[in-house]
């Protein structure tokens, strides 16, 4: 079994920036994996943000966080990080954290694993 726990969320202003850290524990890590972030906004489905492989060569962005948002990989913590820059109310939203065995992808159903979330809150 897998456990995630994020953090870093918060309140902030447009223009702002915050890092989300997400810390795996649990079954081992020997095999690929991939993370990804998540986010779901009051009424809306969860949307696709950002993924990475376990090695870190191989990265997604969402077009809507493309140049904004940076995600980054410390196999020795077994932490991910997400970066986020130039921040919009339209960030606004619970991100999640996710975890599958397996290459990388954008769609939310084939990730086994989530953390709790957490709340960032952009005001313009």
């Known amino acids: 079994q897998v456990q995630l726990v994020e953090s870093g969320g918060g309140l902030v202003q447009a223009g702002g920036s915050l890092r989300l850290s997400c810390a795996a524990s649990g079954r081992t890590f020997s095999y690929m994996y991939a993370m990804g972030w998540f986010r779901q906004a009051p009424g809306k489905e969860r949307e696709f943000v950002v993924t990475i492989s376990w090695s870190g060569d191989t990265i997604y962005y969402a077009d809507s966080v493309k140049g904004r948002f940076t995600i980054s990989i410390d196999n020795a913590k077994n932490t991910v990080y997400l970066q986020m820059s130039s921040l919009k109310s339209e960030d606004t939203a619970v991100y999640y954290c996710?975890?599958?065995?397996?290459?990388?992808?954008?769609?939310?159903?084939?990730?086994?694993?989530w953390g709790q979330g957490t709340q960032v809150t952009v005001s313009s």
């Open positions: 996710a975890m599958r065995f397996g290459s990388v992808t954008s769609r939310y159903t084939e990730y086994n694993y």
